[in-house]
Nanobody, 117 residues
Framework: QVQLVESGGGLVQPGGSLRLSCTASKFMFSSYVMSWYRQAPGKERELVANIRSSGGSTTYADSVKGRFTIFRDNAKNTVYLQMNSLKPEDTAVYYC??????????WGQGTQVTVSS
């Protein structure tokens, strides 16, 4: 069955960096836009970044622009989120997804990112 597995989260101090990974299985990864989302406690899930199937075009939420970078390796069925200059407000559970999966309500387990001193 289709699976998205996020990893790379953890506890980091403000100003620090983390790189998240999301690996897809049993899914035509290279054919789809991939996105990173996040959900902080008590808040709705929000879109953080998108990357086109070829990797040639990306978009970001204003809150992360200039600090986060999304990129992908289609040979490894993996999408990444490089997060620099992290702030406490970046604390959330981070998820990756693609339109055909989110449309049917599929979400992976996510990876927790906590930014705190």
């Amino acid at each position: 069955q289709v699976q998205l597995v996020e990893s790379g989260g953890g506890l980091v101090q403000p100003g620090g960096s983390l790189r998240l990974s999301c690996t897809a299985s049993k899914f035509m990864f290279s054919s789809y836009v991939m996105s990173w989302y996040r959900q902080a406690p008590g808040k709705e899930r929000e879109l953080v970044a998108n990357i086109r199937s070829s990797g040639g075009s990306t978009t970001y939420a204003d809150s992360v622009k200039g600090r986060f970078t999304i990129f992908r390796d289609n040979a490894k069925n993996t999408v990444y989120l490089q997060m620099n200059s992290l702030k406490p407000e970046d604390t959330a559970v981070y998820y990756c997804n693609a339109p055909p999966l989110s449309a049917v309500g599929y979400w992976g387990q996510g990876t927790q990112v906590t930014v705190s001193s």
